[in-house]
């Protein structure tokens, strides 16, 4: 019975979606990139609804359902939490909100997040945000940040760095190829960073007229 219950629930939300056709922009970049930042005043002056996967990971934890210890128990095994799992939170958060424009930030992951996702919720995006910004300065922007434990901290983060070259790459080279990467230089100072990704989110008509 649960089977019929969740693919039901599982149909209902596709259709939700396929009825919202909902704008999503994957927002990719390396830890320290200022992401996180930039998304906000995406927020503010576009009006576009932030969703991060690890957020969404965090509050499912929290909410002490039985996915999410689930997801607490995989996590603290080191495993890694399935596509499928990430894009269900996903799904549900962009059908539940009245908006239809959405930020996707740090997701997909890696390459196999990124067929999962366009394979179950049939979404493509509409480009991808590539905060680029050399390791040197994420890893000084970083050690700013956590000030007084830079040894304990130095590995973690270069071990980050690895992981995140490692795995999102690829992604951010399947969307080149598709022509739907918007390449930032996020090494610039916030301001800086900020008019640039204006530029992709103002229509071209408001550009001609200012």
Do not use: W
Not at 4 to 31: D, H, Y
Not at 35 to 45: D, F, R, S, Y
Not at 78 to 99: D, F, M, Q, Y
């Amino acid at each position: 019975m649960g089977t019929a219950v969740e693919a039901a629930s599982k149909e209902t939300t596709g259709s939700a979606l396929s009825q919202k056709n909902p704008k999503v922009i994957f927002v990719l970049g390396g830890p320290g990139s200022g992401k996180g930042t930039q998304c906000a005043n995406i927020v503010e002056h576009f009006g576009y609804t932030h969703l991060s996967a690890g957020d969404l990971l965090r509050a499912e934890i929290k909410s002490g359902s039985e996915n999410g210890t689930m997801i607490q128990n995989m996590i603290k095994e080191g495993k890694i939490v399935p596509s499928e799992v990430t894009i269900k939170l996903l799904e549900k958060a962009i059908a539940e909100n009245e908006n239809d424009k959405f930020l996707i930030d740090g997701f997909p992951r890696n390459e196999e997040n990124r067929a999962a996702f366009e394979a179950v919720t049939g979404i493509a995006p509409e480009f991808v945000l590539f905060f680029d910004c050399p390791a040197e300065e994420m890893e000084k922007r970083l050690l700013g940040r956590n000030q007084g434990r830079e040894d304990d901290n130095i590995e973690t983060i270069r071990k980050r760095f690895r992981v995140y070259m490692e795995s999102s790459l690829p992604v951010i080279e399947y969307y080149n190829s598709k022509g739907k990467v918007r390449k930032i230089d996020a090494a610039k100072p916030v301001e800086e960073v900020f008019e640039a990704v204006k530029t992709l989110f103002t229509p071209v008509n408001e550009k001609a007229a200012t």
